[in-house]
């Protein structure tokens, strides 16, 4: 059984920058490839990065790319998500998610989730 918790969430201005954390614990959790996923309000869950377990190989929504970085350090258990030139679009809950196939989008190929962080980009 893998525990995921997310942090780094906040209220940050257009055009900042966040750095969200998901730390894995339980399992072999450094075996399990990573994703993000966020889920605005009235909105379906949509995937944003995934990363492969070695973190040799990412995966991002045509949305983010070359705003958003995934990286993983496996010696900390510890995934990260490196958001830059926020825009208001980008609020929502942010959710990680451990999963034994890579590089995948689907959410339903995750079998751990955690209980989100909450982004707000304000305008």
């Known amino acids: 059984q893998v525990q995921l918790v997310e942090s780094g969430g906040g209220l940050v201005q257009a055009g900042g920058s966040l750095r969200l954390s998901c730390a894995a614990s339980?399992?072999?959790?450094?075996?399990?490839?990573m994703g993000w996923f966020r889920q605005a309000p009235g909105k379906e869950r949509e995937f944003v990065a995934a990363?492969?377990?070695?973190?040799?190989?990412?995966t991002y929504a045509d949305s983010v790319k070359g705003r958003f970085t995934m990286s993983r350090d496996n010696a900390k258990n510890t995934v990260y998500l490196q958001m830059n030139s926020l825009k208001p679009e980008d609020t929502a809950a942010y959710y990680c998610?451990?999963?034994?196939?890579?590089?995948?989008?689907?959410?339903?190929?995750?079998?751990?989730w955690g209980q989100g962080t909450q982004v707000t980009v304000s305008s």
């Open positions: 339980g399992g072999t959790s450094s075996r399990y490839a």
């Open positions: 990363i492969s377990w070695s973190g040799r190989f990412t």
């Open positions: 998610a451990a999963g034994v196939v890579p590089g995948t989008g689907d959410a339903m190929a995750y079998d751990y």
